[in-house]
């Protein structure tokens, strides 16, 4: 639930998606929901030409099993914060196997 | 995490106390437009699942992508939480090389593991087709497409057990995606 609630935190931010067919897409993160599914609006594909599919979409609903990088603005990424929920994740989880 | 979900004193609670506050403000019951004590606005919870993302999209014209790379253009009629969809007069249209080909195909029930991914057409922008692609016979776009898979599928199988004999798995093992 960690990584929902970090991405919650970027909503209508612009993030760049990789898929795992490497198609990049840039847009505004409108939501996401609990298995990491992405909806983007405004998207702008990058490498169009090898994907003339896409030419006239506007926004998008990718199925977060399919998506191989986030790419996040640098700015809206508190470091610091997130390495310690995520090791309060990893000890938590930690302390439920025991 | 807890500078949106919870409110600013929360830093200096006991972490079970967090803990608490955090699964609490992802719980359906979640506080209103902004935080309990008046934090940071939150967008309502139910924002955020499937069946919210894809309401939207219904009775749209959409794109849809397969896992097996192909193309249906299509209206939404109906889904699911997992992403099943059920789409309306679809067209597949297939691309090889520059030259692509309708095909009619009705209707379409997805089941949502296939699911790459689903893009609204823009209606004012659907009939600019790139200058890269051009329409041409169904028969002869089959035909080209058939040899670029084969071409495709002999190299990854090379690639693959190039890779295996170095100790690699490859990527996405038994999934075909593109």
């Known amino acids: ?98 | 995490m807890e500078r949106n979900d919870t409110p600013p004193n929360a830093q200096q609670r006991n972490p079970q106390q967090q803990q608490f506050q955090q699964q609490n403000a992802l719980g359906p019951a979640s506080q209103g437009p902004t935080g309990p004590t008046g934090g940071p606005p939150q967008l309502p919870p139910q924002m955020f699942t499937t069946a919210a993302q894809l309401l939207d999209l219904t009775d749209k014209k959409l794109v849809l992508v397969l896992r097996d790379g192909r193309k249906l253009v299509g209206v939404l009629r109906s889904w699911d939480q997992f992403a099943n969809l059920v789409l309306q007069d679809t067209v597949e249209r297939i691309y090889a090389g520059k030259v692509y080909a309708d095909v009619p195909r009705g209707i379409f029930l997805v089941r949502g593991e296939n699911v790459l991914l689903l893009g609204e057409v823009d209606l004012d922008r659907e009939d600019e087709i790139p200058t890269t692609v051009t329409k041409a016979p169904f028969e002869e776009v089959f035909e080209l497409k058939k040899q670029e898979d084969s071409k495709r599928k002999s190299g990854d199988k090379k690639r693959h057990t190039e890779l295996s004999a170095l100790g690699f798995e490859p990527e996405h093992s038994g999934e075909i995606l593109f």
């Open chain 1, 1 to 98: 639930m960690l990584f929902f609630s970090f991405f919650k935190t970027l909503t209508n931010q612009t993030v760049t998606i990789e898929l795992k067919n490497d198609i990049r897409i840039r847009g505004i993160l409108k939501s996401v929901d609990q298995y990491l599914n992405i909806k983007l609006d405004d998207i702008e594909v990058l490498d169009l030409d090898k994907y003339p599919h896409l030419s006239s979409v506007k926004n998008m609903f990718i199925r977060g099993s399919v998506v191989r990088y986030v790419m996040l603005p640098r700015s809206e990424v508190d470091v610091g914060l997130l390495e310690d929920a995520t090791r309060r994740e990893a000890a938590n989880q930690a302390g439920k196997a025991r």
